[in-house]
């Protein structure tokens, strides 16, 4: 049971750049979330997915846009990356008003 | 809106000393709380939870009882060990779409 994936681990992107983050859960959650983790900031989230076919602003949604592909997956895409998006990015998944999960994580770098 | 302060780190300690990382919440209704740990280089982990007032969460040694007179969670463990090293993190839970709001952390290390 796998339960949260990310890919990738890592990434460099130059300024301008484009990428998507992959996020896939195999516990049939039905809530999905984006979340950045900045030092001294915590985590503070994105975008989220209350069910499959609905997104939803988050608290930092500028520069970002998501998809909510299937009830597995939900991506989060950089349309021209800058250096403040310089980040850890986790996706996490739930059930309603349960706890969420936690992926490992992507680190960004923006150069 | 929602907010969750927790105190500043670094937390250090010696390993068997009693531990309190302090969490303060303001929320509309009755929020959930938890209590997330995240190791380095991982991601959070869910270490324990309450759900309304006066309830104790525990797990691992770790407890937080959820004070509605007050709005706290504090993070309580007896003897701490050098393997609890970690960021601790306190969230709320409230209203729709179960969206999390966190704390921004404390950094806990333990040394023998």
């Known amino acids: 049971n796998a339960g949260v994936t990310q890919t990738p681990k890592f990434q460099v992107l130059k300024t301008g750049q484009s990428m998507t983050l992959q996020c896939a859960q195999d516990?049939?959650?039905?809530?999905m979330y984006w979340y950045r983790q900045d030092p001294g900031m915590g985590l503070r989230l994105i975008y989220y997915?209350?069910?499959?076919?609905?997104?939803d602003k988050g608290e930092v949604p500028n520069g970002y846009n998501v998809s909510r592909l299937n009830k597995r997956e939900f991506s989060l895409r950089l349309e021209s990356a800058a250096p403040s998006q310089t980040s850890v990015y986790f996706c996490?998944?739930?059930?309603?008003?349960?706890?969420?999960?936690f992926g490992p994580g992507t680190r960004l770098t923006v150069t | 809106g929602n907010s969750v302060t927790q105190m500043e780190g670094p937390v250090t300690l010696s390993e068997e000393a009693f531990l309190t990382i302090n969490c303060t919440y303001t929320?509309?209704?009755?929020?959930?709380l938890f209590w997330y740990v995240q190791y380095p280089g991982e991601g959070l982990q869910l270490l324990l939870k309450?759900?309304?007032?006066?309830d104790k969460g525990s797990n691992k040694g770790f407890e937080a009882t959820y004070r509605k007179e007050t709005t706290s969670f504090h993070l309580e463990k007896g003897s701490v060990q050098v393997s609890d090293s970690a960021v601790y993190f306190c969230?709320?839970?409230?209203?729709?779409?179960?969206?999390?709001?966190f704390g921004t952390g404390t950094r806990l290390q333990v040394t023998l």
């Open positions: 996490a998944s739930s059930e309603f008003r349960y706890e969420q999960y």
């Open positions: 516990m049939n959650h039905n809530s």
């Open positions: 997915s209350a069910s499959e076919g609905t997104t």
């Open positions: 929320a509309t209704g009755y929020p959930s």
């Open positions: 309450a759900t309304k007032a006066d």
């Open positions: 969230a709320l839970s409230a209203g729709t779409a179960s969206k999390l709001t």
